[in-house]
Structure formats: structure tokens, C-alpha cells
């Protein structure tokens, strides 16, 4: 029986897909699995595979076109099988204004029929990601239910049920291995609800209403520090003298500054969710790299868990990738708060425009020499920065943004505190 | 405690209650001399005489009617159905005059009367005479429907039909005559709308009723060798039904099978799976699997029979798909 090919949500959310290239040519054999096309997304190229066995019979969108998730692009079928009942089927739901009487009936059977072939490729292949219908992760409403009270995030979660359907021993099996699953070595197990939902009070709500009105959708105010990396450099200089393995850059101290501040302040590591603040008891931390296609955040997981030697590796690592365009959609997506660098641009400093629903972002400047006043009345030079804080002033007010800033800059400045 | 077949439990009911109250007096076809057709009313037509022993000609929508004409000036008939498919012919009066008599009048006639005999499949009745209908009756305002599956619960559900109010449906089974079970000398009532956690276990419900309730223990029995933990629901009384039971085993265990003898389509299994649906949706780990009768008039040969009853195997099968054991 032939199988359509759709274009398939290949991250959480792509709404088109532009085929890059086709990787196979009509007539040739594929097998359910095989990659039939490269497909770039709002993020990234990925793979789109074969859900059925047969030949591809026929190719329905050209390479560097676009087109909508659901939409037919090839069909596989066997050599000598008649499509055209398919191919007829994709014209009756495009053309579905002018034949309002046939298209419903006949789009919806074949979606179906699709959705049943894309659900059974991943129960013979062990799933590595969940299986996802249209976007749509499938699981049981109790494993959802699960997920959301562990905090545990599902598109992460490889379904064992049919079809990949993430089920309760899924997550139970995700909540005791979860620690190792980012970092193998460190990160020591942790017991409770990995974030906190708090209600909204009427003064928050009032307050997320009335600054709204004041500032586009997200009132934002920033907050700007010049931290002193004299101590930073310091100890750069001392462990690099221990050997080349051991060298950080000072992005590396402020991110994992950035992150073990957050997890001292879940009030800022946060997400704003309209009826509610949700505050992370987890920091994954998101760094913003430009690549030649855009911007993109690659998240740190745990990264308030992690060395300064994991977060140095990883952050490059992440950066690479994603400047390759090789991230998965995993990749990018569950930061809780993010950090932006324009340092190694010669910005001095700037504001970053907050990724919601994260309710904050750090903006790090360029570090430049200054010379400062001592207090015994001579002068120095010192390696100083500029950190900008975005903050949604309807979950961060200013002394809380102006408080994580202290800790933040106790941090930096004193980077032995980094190991405590 | 005295262990007794189900048919004696029935026998006792009807001897304790018709002491108890002597506007209480059984009829239908050969309930007196022939000491009814399964034996049920054995004895009764000696004990109590023919006004309250009354053997009926074939005509299940007269005698049916003679009841409901009874209970309306003040007697607690109980009318045995030689099966629940002859009473076909007595549906009439069954759902358009007991059922609705007391509100139709503006409560001026109660209906304080039960309709008894056995229902479903026994052996090879072919497809006339194996046929359950607890979901026909169930779906009648007015009527209350019960379905014992044990000789206690059977005693302790047909008295509390003679002494309730309203018509009372009591569904009992020629394959569970013979059974038996321990009923305590003393008198005892088991409320109507009340079901019984029949056995306990945390990895799957199985909810039944009547004959299927011998299924699903034997079917939690063999799932415990594999350490598999049933919770037997038996609901006993299918209108009004026990939703709390339900949903407190189900949000329990995160997973059901309902298992019934009668057909799939518009079934008791389909009102007990709308209701986990409803108040059980975040507690579900599976799609919840209905185990029923095959969707065709009972064959007569003995081993297409079978294959249409859900049994044991059938049972056991879809709890290891809830438990995503097999596919």
C-alpha cells in the first residue's frame, strides 16, 4: 500500500519546512527509515525520513520551496501501484475551497492513514526522540500529568508505549536517570518538583497589567553593572599555567557565575505564564549565538550543577553546532534564562531583548581596561565589564533584578565563590 | 460460616423476606409445583400456599402486567422470568408501566416490585436464549438493575430488591446456580448502588459484573503468578451505578480493563469507560480496553460459542496491553 511522505514538524515550532534537497530521485528503493530529503526549518536542517517501504514515486515539491507542515511532498509506493488516488487526494484538500463537498471526506481519511504510518516507524526503532503527531508529543494524559509535576520535560522523554507513546514507567525511568542524562560525571541527584508554579496575587496582577499598557507586550526595564574581573583574570592565569586543558575564557566564569546565581534566585530564573510564575529549582541556561542564518539558544542544561570545565566545553561545543546548524530541536529548547555576549564585538554594552517566557536576559559587553581609584588615593588599571539585565518587570521587580546583579558580581569578583 | 450454592441464597431471600412481609409473593411460569425451572423457589409453594406461590400460564406480558396491577394497590410482587429472554415479551410492561407507573401517577402508585431470572449465555442455547441484557434495562429511567455474581451478594441484593420501593431488575445466571459461596446464618442487606472491591492490587482494574466477576478473579489469580496486581471491581448494582468505586480504583491504579458478558456496542462497558474518561483523564496511563461478547447472535456450535464469550484468556490479554506488556 503506497504511503504518503508530509512535511513533518521537525521542532516544536515549525509551521513550514523548506526542502533543501532531495536524496532520492523518483523510482529509486527506500526503506522506512531512510532520509528522503533535507528539510530546513525555523531552526535548523533536518532529516525527513521514509515512514514506508517501496520506491519513491513521485517528488511534489521542488528543492528550496516551502511548504506548510501536513503538506503532501512525495508518495512511496510500489512500482507498478496506481497513486494516483493520492496524488488526486492532495489536489481535492488544496483545491479545497472550490470542492468544499469532496475534500473534508477525503483529506481527513488520508490524514489519518498518514498519522498511523508515521506512529508505527518509531515502535520498530527504538525511539531516540518521543513520537510527535503534527508538533503533538504523544503520551498518556497520566504521564503528562507526571512529566508536569517533576518538572519533567516530555519532548526529552523517548516513548516506550505503542508508537512511541510516552507512558508512566517512561517518566519514572526519565525522573531516577535524569541526572545523568546531561552530565554523566556531576550532577548529584535531586529529589522534589523541579520548579515551583506560584500563583499570581492581585498586586502582581495588577502590576503585569498596568506596565504592559506602559511597554509593549513585555515591560521591560535594565539594569547595568560594571563588574571587576581583576580576580577572574587572576585565576584564568593561574590554572592555564597548569596546562592548556585547563584554560577557560572569561565567558565561560560569567556563565557559570550566571548560573549558579540563578540557582540562588529562582524568582529571576523564572518563566512568566500569564496566570502564573513559574519558578525553576533547575537553572538550564540558554547562550545566544549568531550564526549566518540568525539567531539561535542552545540551553546548557543543569548548567548551575556543572564545572567550570563542562559548561567551557559544552558552551563551545553548543556554539559550533549550532553555527553548523546542527542543533536538534532538544537542543534549543527548556532554557529557563538566557545570556547574550556582544563582548568579542567591541559592544561596551547593550540591552537584550528577553526570550519569553523567560522573564530575564544578561547582555555581557566588551571587557576593557579602566583605570579606577583606589581607595588609598593612587589609581589602577583594571579589567572591568558591563552586564545589562533585561528584566519583565511583571515577574522581576527592580530590587530583585537589582539583587541577583549583587550575587552575580559577588561571584565574579570573587570567583574562588564558585566553587562552593 | 455455612457455604451454600447461589440458587439456595436466592431460595433463602425469598423465604426470609416473605416472612418478613406478607404482602411479598412470587410468580411465573412453574415457580409452585415444579418448585421453579432452576429450582430457585424450591419449597416456597408448601411453606406459603398458592395465594402467595403463584404459578402463571406462559404469557410473560400478562403475568408481568398482574404485577405491576399488584404492586399499584399495595402488594411486593416478585416476577421470576423463566430467562431474561422470554421476558422480551414482557417488555412492555416492564419499561412503559413499572418503570415509569410512580412518575407518570405524580407519585401517586409505587412500584415496589422486582423482576427476576437468570440472563446471558449459558451452554449452547444458540442465539434466541444466550443473550445479556443488563445494558437494555440498565438504560431505562426508573428502573434499577442489579447483578449478582456471588451467592452472598445474590442473597443480600434480592432482599434489599424486595424491600426497595421501586422496580428492581435482578439479573441472576443459570451457569451461576450451581456456584457456591460462604452466606452468614444471620440476616444481612447489601445496599443497591453499591459495588465491592472484590480483591485488591495496584497495576490494573478490571470492573465487571454478574458471571464476569468469577472471570476476573480467576483472571487476577493468574495475573498474581506474574506478579501482577489486580483490583477486581465488582459494580453488583449496574443503575444506579458506583462511579466513586470506579474512579477511586482507577486513579488507584492508572489503568482498566471492563469486562461484560454482553455485546460491545452501546454496552455497560461504554457508560463505565465514560465515566473513567470524565473524572479519571489525568490518572490514565492507557486507553482503557473493554472486554465483551463478539459482535454477532450467539453461535450454536460449541466451539464458535466459546470464541464469542469473553473469558479468561480474552481478559487476561487485554490487562497486559493496558500494561503495555503486549501489543
Not at chain 1, 475534500?103 to 498519522?115: E, K, S
Not at chain 1, 561596551?348 to 566588551?366: R, S, V
Request: charged share 25%; with cysteine.
Amino acid at each position: 500500500m503506497a504511503t504518503k511522505v508530509s512535511m513533518e514538524a521537525l521542532s516544536p515550532t515549525m509551521e513550514e519546512g523548506r526542502l533543501v534537497k532531495w536524496l532520492k530521485n523518483e523510482g529509486d528503493a527506500v526503506k522506512s527509515g531512510d532520509v528522503l530529503a533535507e528539510v530546513e526549518t525555523d531552526k535548523a536542517v533536518m532529516e525527513l525520513v521514509a515512514r514506508g517501504e517501496g520506491v519513491l514515486r513521485k517528488r511534489l515539491v521542488n528543492e528550496g520551496d516551502a511548504v506548510p507542515v501536513g503538506t503532501l511532498v512525495g508518495v512511496i509506493g510500489s512500482a507498478s501501484e496506481d497513486i494516483t488516488a493520492l496524488l488526486g487526494g492532495s489536489a481535492a484538500s488544496s483545491a479545497a475551497v472550490s470542492a468544499p463537498s469532496v475534500a473534508p471526506a477525503v483529506a481527513p481519511a488520508a490524514g489519518t492513514a498518514a498519522a498511523a504510518k508515521t506512529a508505527a516507524a518509531p515502535a520498530a526503532a527504538p525511539a531516540a526522540a518521543p513520537a510527535t503527531t503534527g508538533g503533538r508529543t504523544v503520551a498518556s494524559p497520566l504521564a503528562r500529568r507526571l512529566a508536569s509535576d517533576a518538572g519533567v520535560d516530555l519532548q526529552r522523554i523517548a516513548g516506550s508505549g505503542p508508537g512511541g507513546r510516552v507512558v508512566k514507567r517512561d517518566i519514572e525511568a526519565a525522573m531516577t536517570s535524569q541526572p545523568t542524562q546531561s552530565s554523566a560525571n556531576s550532577t548529584p541527584a535531586r529529589t522534589g518538583s523541579d520548579f515551583t508554579d506560584i500563583p499570581l496575587t492581585q498586586i502582581r496582577k495588577t502590576i503585569a497589567r498596568r506596565l504592559a499598557e506602559s511597554i509593549g507586550p513585555i515591560p521591560t526595564f535594565y539594569l547595568t553593572v560594571e563588574i571587576d574581573l581583576s580576580r577572574a583574570a587572576e585565576m584564568r592565569a593561574a590554572v592555564a599555567e597548569l596546562g592548556d586543558e585547563f584554560k577557560v575564557s572569561f565567558n565561560d566564569i560569567i556563565l557559570k557565575a550566571t548560573a549558579t546565581a540563578l540557582s540562588q534566585h529562582p524568582e529571576v530564573n523564572a518563566h512568566w505564564l500569564g496566570d502564573s510564575i513559574r519558578q525553576f529549582n533547575r537553572v538550564h541556561l540558554g547562550m545566544a549565538v549568531a550564526t549566518d542564518d540568525g539567531l539561535i539558544v542552545p540551553v546548557i542544561f543543569d548548567a548551575d550543577q556543572k564545572r567550570l570545565s563542562e559548561i567551557s566545553a559544552e558552551s563551545r561545543s553548543l556554539a559550533k553546532r549550532a553555527r553548523e546548524r546542527k542543533l536538534t530541536p532538544a537542543e534549543y529548547t527548556g532554557s529557563t534564562c538566557s545570556v547574550s555576549n556582544l563582548g568579542m564585538m567591541q559592544i561596551d554594552q547593550f540591552t537584550a531583548i528577553i526570550n519569553p517566557p523567560e522573564c530575564g536576559i544578561l547582555a555581557i559587553g566588551a571587557i576593557e581596561d579602566k583605570v579606577v581609584a583606589e581607595a588609598d588615593g593612587g589609581f589602577t588599571v583594571r579589567k572591568k565589564v558591563k552586564i545589562t539585565m533585561s528584566c519583565d518587570h511583571r515577574a522581576i521587580d527592580g530590587a530583585v533584578g537589582a539583587r541577583f546583579l549583587q550575587t552575580l558580581r559577588r561571584m565574579i569578583e570573587n570567583p574562588l565563590m564558585l566553587v562552593y | 460460616m455455612p457455604i451454600i450454592t447461589y440458587r439456595d441464597a436466592l431460595n433463602q431471600a425469598l423465604r426470609e423476606e416473605m416472612h418478613k412481609d406478607d404482602r411479598v409473593f412470587l410468580m411465573g411460569e412453574e415457580v409452585g409445583v415444579y418448585n421453579g425451572a432452576y429450582k430457585v423457589s424450591k419449597g416456597l409453594l408448601e411453606e406459603f400456599g398458592e395465594m402467595r406461590v403463584v404459578d402463571t400460564p406462559i404469557t410473560e406480558l400478562g403475568f408481568a402486567g398482574v404485577g405491576v396491577g399488584a404492586a399499584m394497590v399495595g402488594l411486593r410482587p416478585v416476577v421470576e422470568f423463566m430467562t431474561w429472554n422470554f421476558a422480551l415479551l414482557a417488555i412492555d410492561q416492564v419499561v412503559n408501566a413499572a418503570a415509569k407507573m410512580l412518575y407518570m401517577s405524580g407519585g401517586q402508585f409505587p412500584m415496589p416490585m422486582v423482576f427476576r431470572g437468570p440472563n446471558g449465555a449459558a451452554l449452547q442455547l444458540s442465539a434466541q436464549h444466550s443473550q445479556a441484557w443488563e445494558s437494555w434495562l440498565a438504560h431505562i429511567p426508573g428502573l434499577k438493575v442489579v447483578t449478582p455474581g456471588t451467592p452472598y451478594d445474590a442473597k443480600g441484593l434480592l432482599k434489599s430488591a424486595i424491600r426497595d420501593d421501586n422496580p428492581v431488575i435482578v439479573l441472576e445466571g443459570e451457569m451461576l446456580y450451581n456456584t457456591k459461596g460462604e452466606v452468614p446464618e444471620e440476616e444481612y442487606l447489601i445496599p443497591l448502588g453499591k459495588a465491592e472491591l472484590k480483591r485488591e492490587g495496584s497495576d490494573c482494574s478490571i470492573i465487571t459484573s454478574g458471571k464476569m466477576v468469577l472471570v476476573a478473579m480467576q483472571a487476577a489469580d493468574t495475573l498474581a503468578k506474574e506478579g501482577i496486581k489486580i483490583d477486581v471491581v465488582d459494580l453488583r448494582t449496574i443503575r444506579p451505578m458506583d462511579v466513586e468505586a470506579i474512579t477511586t480504583s482507577v486513579k488507584k491504579t492508572n489503568r482498566a480493563v471492563v469486562l461484560e458478558e454482553g455485546w460491545e456496542i452501546c454496552g455497560i462497558g461504554a457508560q463505565v469507560v465514560d465515566y473513567i474518561q470524565r473524572d479519571c483523564f489525568d490518572h490514565l496511563d492507557a486507553p482503557v480496553i473493554r472486554v465483551h461478547q463478539a459482535d454477532v447472535p450467539m453461535p450454536y456450535a460449541k466451539m464458535l460459542e466459546r470464541a464469542a464469550k469473553p473469558d479468561l484468556a480474552k481478559t487476561i490479554a487485554a490487562v497486559k496491553k493496558v500494561m503495555y506488556l503486549e501489543a
